[in-house]
């Protein structure tokens, strides 16, 4: 099933983003200027600028909030729209893999999310047979159909591939990566080496020491969003 994003959603225009997650629009529904909350650390760079059409769940009367609202989903000039919130990749991960979406992980379940192994939390501990750790990137950087992860240097990314490849030594354990591309406008998807070649390096071997990596993008639209299909990996 897909998962339904928040209604209603106000148009609003990005002026600035004076940090990671904030972002200064004006509202074109209330005709007013407002602080909304973005739910992703990431750089963005093809998507946070000036101008950008957002479309954000308002909270105009909490004061408890510093914030006035949460975007939701950037529109594209080629009309595509982007999840702005990453923390729905795992929700979107969590419905294919009960859905049996996942070619490479059918057969398995999801037996605990957020399992502590190492120094991380990795995002779902499958069973099928075997324990599979499977960690899921959300991706939303794709510059002429091509995909790249990440837009920013991720210690914290690069930490988890460890992780990943010491969970493998063990006897009978398996582990993936599942790139998310949160839009459906990805015809390729490779590491962005040139932003952060540690990760890009760490990614390499891990997959060379059998950690699966498999890439799907999203079907997005006002409303909903869900797994699409399977993304070619050029690297």
Known sequence: MSIKLPEP??????????????????CEV???????????????PNIMVEGRKILYQPDFSNA?????????LAKMGNKVLVSLNSHL????????????LIK??????????????????????????????????????????????????????KRHLEELME???????????????TRNDAEKFRPCENIDPEFSKTLAEAREQGVEIMVYDCKVDKKT?????????NW
Do not use: H
């Open 30 to 44: 209330t005709e007013k200027k407002r602080r909304i909350y973005l739910a992703d650390p990431g750089r963005m």
């Open 167 to 181: 969970w493998q030594k063990k006897k009978d354990n398996l582990a993936g990566v599942l790139f998310l591309i």
């Open 225 to 233: 969003i869900e797994l699409n299909r399977a993304i070619t990996q």
């Open 64 to 72: 408890s909030r510093k914030t006035e609202g949460s975007a939701v």
């Open 9 to 26: 959603l106000y148009l609003a225009e990005l002026i600035s983003r004076p940090n990671r997650f904030v972002l200064e629009c004006f």
């Open 89 to 100: 990749a795992n929700k979107v991960a969590a419905s294919a893999l009960e859905r049996g």
């Open 104 to 157: 490479e992980l059918k057969g398995f379940e999801i037996k605990k999310s957020e399992y502590s192994w190492g120094n991380s939390r990795l995002d779902f501990l499958l069973q099928g047979g075997k324990k599979y750790l499977l960690e899921v990137k959300s991706v939303t950087l794709v510059e002429k159909g091509q995909a790249c992860f990440p837009d920013a240097v991720t210690r914290r990314g």
